[in-house]
T-cell receptor
Framework: NAGVMQNPRHLVRRRGQEARLRCSPM?????VYWYRQLPEEGLKFMVY????????ESGMPKERFSAEFPKEGPSILRIQQVVRGDSAAYFC???????????FGSGTRLTVV | EDQVTQSPEALRLQEGESSSLNCSYT??????LFWYRQDPGKGPEFLFT???AGEEKEKERLKATLTKKESFLHITAPKPEDSATYLC???????????FGTGTSLTVIP
């Protein structure tokens, strides 16, 4: 039973490019969460999705960031026109139900140069 | 505002030297308190969930306890492989997100 799979593990983008981060939840998990971890800071909530629905996006920056969890395929976190401040580790987590503890993936480390 | 404060920021222990990590929280109705372990370059690994004051959970050398204001992670006779960052998070009744502390970086010296 594979865990939460994130890819790529490392992503380098130039300022102004787009970054696409992928997350495949654990088998049987229908709830997906994205968190961002900046150096020396705690994990910060970004968005909570279920299949084809965004449930809570209160932690998402209003511009340039979007997320989806289609009926088929992985969840995607998309960052348009990246800036240096977007450099961080982005973690995806999944759970079978809303109130359960999450299972985290290994993260995608985005570096904007 | 819901928030989590962990202390100390860093802790160095000799192998076998027991200690405790603290997680103080402020939340508008606690749904659950969670402890995770994070190794460098990896995602957090789930350890415990606590739901109500007085609850305790144990796993190997780790024991988590919960009061109305804080949680402790007790480490008994630690080994070098226990070296990691330990994260605490709370989930409120009113929302879906977890609020994470900044973690305690634990180093166990052989």
């Amino acid at each position: 039973n594979a865990g939460v799979m994130q890819n790529p593990r490392h992503l380098v983008r130039r300022r102004g490019q787009e970054a696409r981060l992928r997350c495949s939840p654990m088998k049987g998990h229908s709830h997906v969460y994205w968190y961002r971890q900046l150096p020396e800071e705690g994990l910060k909530f970004m968005v909570y999705l279920q299949k084809e629905n965004i449930i809570d996006e209160s932690g998402m920056p209003k511009e340039r960031f979007s997320a989806e969890f289609p009926k088929e395929g992985p969840s995607i976190l998309r960052i348009q026109q990246v800036v240096r401040g977007d450099s961080a580790a982005y973690f995806c987590a999944s759970s079978p139900r809303d109130s359960d503890g999450y299972t985290f993936g290994s993260g995608t480390r985005l570096t904007v140069v | 505002e819901d928030q989590v404060t962990q202390s100390p920021e860093a802790l160095r222990l000799q192998e076998g030297e027991s200690s405790s990590l603290n997680c103080s929280y402020t939340v508008s109705g606690l749904r659950g308190l969670f402890w995770y372990r994070q190794d460098p370059g990896k995602g957090p690994e789930f350890l415990f969930t606590l739901y109500s004051a007085g609850e305790e959970k144990e796993k190997e050398r780790l024991k988590a306890t919960l009061t109305k204001k804080e949680s402790f992670l007790h480490i008994t006779a630690p080994k070098p492989e226990d070296s990691a960052t330990y994260l605490c998070a709370v989930q409120a009744n009113t929302g879906n997100q977890f609020y994470f502390g900044t973690g305690t970086s634990l180093t166990v010296i052989p």
